[in-house]
Every structure is written in C-alpha cells, then in structure tokens.
C-alpha cells in the first residue's frame, strides 16, 4: 500500500499499473480538509493526463474527484480511458485546497 500526505495544491500521488489487470482502491482520510482530489490516467508515462473514473466502493455513479472521505475504485484496463494499453500511471491530485490536508492510500489488487 502507498500512502502519501497531500498539503498543497498539485500535490500527488502515483501508482504505476505495468499490466492494467488489477483495480486500485483509493482511500481518502481528511477530518478537516476542504478541497478536491482529482482522479486523472496518463497512457503516456505522464506527459498528458486525463480523467479517470473511479466507483465509490458503496456503488453509485462513477466521479472523476471526490471533496469528502471515501474509497474509490479504479479499473485501470477498462474504466480509465485507455482499453487496452500495458502500462498506465494512475494519480489522485489535490487540484483546489481551502484547508487541511488529505491523506491518500492506493491499494491495488487483482480484478
């Protein structure tokens, strides 16, 4: 599991998906953060960075950021925009920050 403290604006975290055949859960922990953590997917060693959808674990419409704790999941083989690409970088970006700070896990397993 890695496990980073976001505190400012553009911070991140990244998780490397050499095979694009497990899912990765994102957890979010802030008791007294206000802001917004983007999901984003880059298929090109991350000189672009897109989007990426991610499911709250409770079910639900997928979200590309979250403001509030949560877990997530990221299918990156299919559900991130890039069907069959081997080899996918996977972010969760603090892009507005009001306060706080917010701690982020990634966690993957096999789908």
């Known amino acids: 599991m ?3 403290t976001l505190r400012a604006v553009n ?3 990244r998780f490397f ?3 694009c055949d497990n899912q990765l859960a994102i957890t ?3 008791a007294a953060f206000t802001g917004t953590v983007s999901f984003e ?3 090109n060693l991350g000189a672009a960075w897109v989007a990426c ?3 709250p674990i409770a079910g639900g419409a997928s979200v590309t950021s979250a403001t509030a704790d949560g877990i997530w999941l990221i299918f990156p083989g299919t559900g991130s925009g890039f069907p069959g690409t081997k080899g996918l970088w996977i972010r969760a970006r603090l892009s507005a920050l009001t306060g706080g700070t917010v701690d982020v896990f990634f966690q993957p397993t096999k789908a």
Do not use: Y
């Open 11 to 13: 911070d991140e975290i």
């Open 2 to 4: 890695d496990k980073k």
């Open 28 to 30: 979010l922990l802030g």
């Open 53 to 55: 959808p991610a499911v």
């Open 41 to 43: 997917a880059s298929g």
């Open 17 to 19: 998906d050499d095979t």
